[in-house]
Nanobody, 120 residues
Framework: QVQLVESGGGLVQAGGSLRLSCAASGNIFSINAMGWYRQAPGKERELVAIISREGTIISYADSVKGRSTISRDNAKNTVYLQMNSLKPEDTAVYYC?????????????WGPGTQVTVSS
């Protein structure tokens, strides 16, 4: 079992920055890619950024490209999302994600989410 817990969300003014963190625990050796998704009210959950196990493959949504940086520290079992130049449309619940492979089975794990609110 893998558990994910996010932190770092909050209220920030437009143009500001936030750094989200997600700590993984449990069977961490089974974790492959990790990433961040977000869901705004009335909208579907969407990918924000994702990073491979060794950090060699990274992908961003067009909406955050150039303003956000995803990174991971495998020694700390943590993935980060640095978000700069925040806009009101970045307001959403941000979910940490992990793709896990264990005993020949692959599955998705989600954190409970952290609220990010950007005021104009």
């Amino acid at each position: 079992q893998v558990q994910l817990v996010e932190s770092g969300g909050g209220l920030v003014q437009a143009g500001g920055s936030l750094r989200l963190s997600c700590a993984a625990s449990g069977n961490i050796f089974s974790i492959n890619a990790m990433g961040w998704y977000r869901q705004a009210p009335g909208k579907e959950r969407e990918l924000v950024a994702i990073i491979s196990r060794e950090g060699t493959i990274i992908s961003y949504a067009d909406s955050v490209k150039g303003r956000s940086t995803i990174s991971r520290d495998n020694a700390k079992n943590t993935v980060y999302l640095q978000m700069n130049s925040l806009k009101p449309e970045d307001t959403a619940v941000y979910y940490c994600y992990a793709f896990v492979t264990s005993r020949g089975t692959s599955y998705d794990v989600w954190g409970p989410g952290t609220q990010v609110t950007v005021s104009s």
